[in-house]
């Protein structure tokens, strides 16, 4: 079969924990895609987060796949040795003036919303309140000189004056045109972290980086991302990149219908090989 070079999917799974069902149901619907289409499917390991990635469960994610008989181009690209690229990146947005420093805490961030008398949340979390864009360049500049830890976000307002009257869509091969709307972007995404002092880049960030330089052109997972797309399609605008088609596929459910997840210590494909079970969907 001629392999075309118009069709690259990939699963980009965190070595942080073993893959569960959800994980093997996302990898397959991106490799039967790539597989019917003649197209190439790509692994990725997304390893920003060193403190929480270990070699033992990047080992894994290459014995489950296999076990589940999947195959994909090498070499794999692991985010770790590609620091560079989302520094790149950075620098563009940088020189857009669409960055700024934030030097609140977690713990910051949730005071200040608690004391403001409003909890807007996000699928991340509470919603930023944009505490630290207000500050002025003289006030930054002392911070970071006195070594104050700090973030960067995109801000977003400058981001969405950047678009004008753009639409930002993109295609969904299930839910159809969608639109990364003003409203959806400053409402459940704020200033987003593009990347923080001992993580030099974010999943944000060197998602939409990889998908770029991989060329791949249907990204494929689950529901819970949807949203993300939408600030997603943000960067590609901003970075210059072109948008590929989307795919976000419904999510597997336990017996109780809560969906699989590391956290919740779920049904692992390990597991699963241990007890010589296997897998369907």
């Not at 993109?170 to 704020?190: C, F, K, S, Y």
Request: hydrophobic letters at 35%; glycine letters at 6%.
């Amino acid at each position: 079969m001629n392999i075309s070079p118009h069709i690259i999917t990939r699963f980009a799974p965190s070595p942080t924990g073993h893959l569960h069902l959800g994980h093997a149901y996302s990898a397959r619907r991106a490799h039967d895609f790539a597989q019917a289409h003649g197209g190439k499917f790509l692994l990725r390991i997304e390893d920003i987060d060193q403190g929480r990635c270990k070699p033992d469960y990047e080992d894994a994610i290459y014995e489950d796949l296999a076990w589940l008989g999947l195959s994909w181009e090498t070499p794999v690209r692991r985010q770790s040795d590609h620091m560079d690229d989302y520094t790149a990146a950075l620098d563009i947005l940088a020189a857009k003036g669409l960055l700024f420093p934030c030097f609140c805490s977690r713990k910051d961030i949730r005071q200040e919303i608690e004391d403001s008398g409003r909890a807007p949340h996000s699928h991340e979390g509470p919603l930023y309140p944009g505490t630290c864009r207000k500050l002025g360049n003289a006030e930054r500049q002392e911070k970071i000189k006195n070594g104050l830890p700090y973030a960067l976000r995109l801000d977003m307002k400058k981001s969405l004056d950047l678009v004008g009257e753009t639409t930002l869509s993109w295609t969904d091969i299930e839910a159809g045109e969608q639109v990364a709307t003003p409203e959806i972007l400053r409402q459940t995404m704020g200033d987003v972290v593009l990347a923080r002092k001992d993580i030099h880049t974010s999943y944000h960030l060197s998602v939409v980086v990889d998908d770029h330089l991989q060329n791949i052109s249907h990204v494929i997972r689950g529901k819970d991302l949807f949203q993300a797309t939408h600030i997603h399609r943000l960067l590609q605008f901003l970075l210059g990149y072109k948008t590929p088609l989307y795919l976000h596929h419904d999510l597997l459910t336990d017996d109780k219908g809560w969906r699989y997840a590391k956290r919740d210590n779920s049904k692992t494909l390990r597991m699963m090989r241990e007890n010589g079970e296997s897998v369907t969907f």
